[in-house]
């Protein structure tokens, strides 16, 4: 049996594929781009799981964010965003999330972080960087809270939990 990270590249590879020869393997319709159902674990603060909802929900932002790995891509992206983001059928939140640049957004949308993070290296941002950013925090104090072994979970548990926050 394949290791977790190679089962990953290879659904990574499969999604590239599809990008590349311009296929899609569903679509989805306006009325299904948000999610319907309440997860257990929607009540933990400060992230989204990404599960099969989130991925549905936000297969054509990531394939966008995907597609910038190509140098043709980055450039079309570069030449004319609004031109090359029609070829990606996101919803106008997605939309707006990508012209914002509002990481915790897109990841709200069905963003996935390693998907997205393509979109900050696009800008230049190293995912330290990115990382600080969606919490709020300046690089090296995200660095440093990290080496010292991240975030509490006191206090980190429940969504309810930041209610005084």
Known sequence: MKDTGTLFL???RVLVKL???KQQFFTLSETDWHMTSTKEYDDIPGTYVFDADRSREG???NMFCISLRLENNRTDFRNDPETYLTKFPMSEDQLQAVRDR???RMLSLGGNI???AKLAAYDGINFQELAAMMTNMESEDYRAMMVNGGRSIEGNRY???WEDK
């Open 159 to 161: 969504k309810s939990e």
């Open 114 to 116: 390693y998907y997205t």
């Open 102 to 104: 509002a990481w915790n």
């Open 59 to 61: 297969y054509h932002l």
């Open 19 to 21: 990008i590349e020869t």
């Open 10 to 12: 290879l659904a990574a």
